[in-house]
């Protein structure tokens, strides 16, 4: 797709594959989609959703974001589709209250491109890059009250280090927060670049020499703790798989191993028989609710990252909801 002004940059990840996964589920009773409900629970800058209410004119769409100027830009570029999109500005584990404030009570698609966007990551003010120097934001919900600064100015050194370790997969944890602690002595931390100073000087040179920049966990973790992510994601997970009609499809992709977990954990419960074990035989009813659409986590290929180098760690995985409770 091409970019514009509206996107600040936005490619959607796998973008094809989604339309492909998803369309069936959306289709069963119309070709154009008519009588369809998507959620697309990460709207972002909407480019997913526009290419669906394009290809289906008779779709209806629930948009969810926590980031109002997300759902601002999504809305502009959403206003053609008029009352086909409706938009809601919620944690994506709010998905079963979204659902219903929008008059609806069984879902036929839904989406999730879970971690921080093109559109966060390209404004510098919402500090979530290391790559700009920035105030210590990271908040998703500019009206949130917790903060990356507040974290490291205030948290003790046990509680960051087990951030850092558990959100980030950061193996210089306790180093960099007793440094932290440290540093925040004499002056507390205020921008992204301060941090990102202290990174350097605490990471070993071998260690910085491999596995990217030296930021990139503990920013990824950070960000996972200002904003409840993983949390957020362990609640959306079930809820969504719940209000999947009989037929419908889910697509997740996860962009850090963190994420993927949770969702091939939760995958894995779904597509599971709730035959008792030791028995023989599968039990009438008991069959799995959900059947995996893809083999494992699927990946981007060369041609994607090479248009989109933010998909390169994308890992796509689908399910559809074939019997169970919840039937249309």
Wanted: proline share 6%; net charge neutral; aromatic share 4%.
């Amino acid at each position: 797709m091409a970019q514009d002004s509206r996107d600040h940059g936005h490619i959607p990840v796998l973008l094809d594959r989604c339309v492909q996964l998803l369309t069936p589920a959306l289709t069963r009773r119309n070709d154009d989609g008519t009588g369809a409900v998507l959620v697309d629970a990460t709207l972002g800058a909407g480019g997913h959703s526009e290419r669906f209410l394009t290809e289906l004119p008779g779709l209806q769409l629930i948009g969810l974001d926590r980031d109002p100027n997300a759902l601002a830009t999504a809305g502009a570029r959403l206003a053609p589709f008029g009352d086909r999109a409706r938009l809601v500005r919620t944690r994506y584990d709010g998905i079963t209250a979204a659902i219903a404030e929008c008059g609806q009570s069984r879902i036929d698609g839904v989406l999730f491109d879970l971690g921080v966007s093109s559109m966060q990551l390209d404004l510098a003010e919402r500090g979530f890059s290391y790559s700009v120097d920035a105030p210590l934001d990271m908040r998703m919900d500019p009206d949130a009250r917790l903060t990356a600064a507040e974290i490291l100015n205030t948290y003790d050194a046990k509680e960051i280090t087990r951030i850092l370790r558990d959100f980030g997969e950061e193996r210089f944890a306790g180093r960099i927060a007793d440094k932290i602690v440290r540093r925040r002595a004499r002056q507390p931390f205020t921008t992204t670049g301060e941090l990102v100073e202290l990174l350097y000087e605490a990471i070993p040179a071998p260690a910085r020499r491999t596995g990217g920049h030296p930021g990139k966990r503990t920013f990824q973790a950070l960000r996972v703790a200002v904003n409840g992510e993983l949390d957020s994601l362990r609640a959306a997970l079930p809820a969504a798989l719940a209000a999947l009609s009989e037929g419908g499809r889910i697509v997740v992709m996860a962009y850090q191993s963190l994420e993927d977990r949770i969702v091939k954990h939760a995958f894995s419960a779904a597509t599971a028989s709730r035959t008792p074990p030791g028995l023989p035989m599968e039990l009438p009813g008991h069959e799995p609710e959900f059947v995996t659409l893809t083999r494992g986590a699927e990946r981007a290929d060369e041609q994607e990252i090479e248009r989109n180098p933010r998909s390169a760690p994308v890992r796509l995985r689908a399910l559809e909801k074939v019997g169970g409770r919840g039937k249309s």
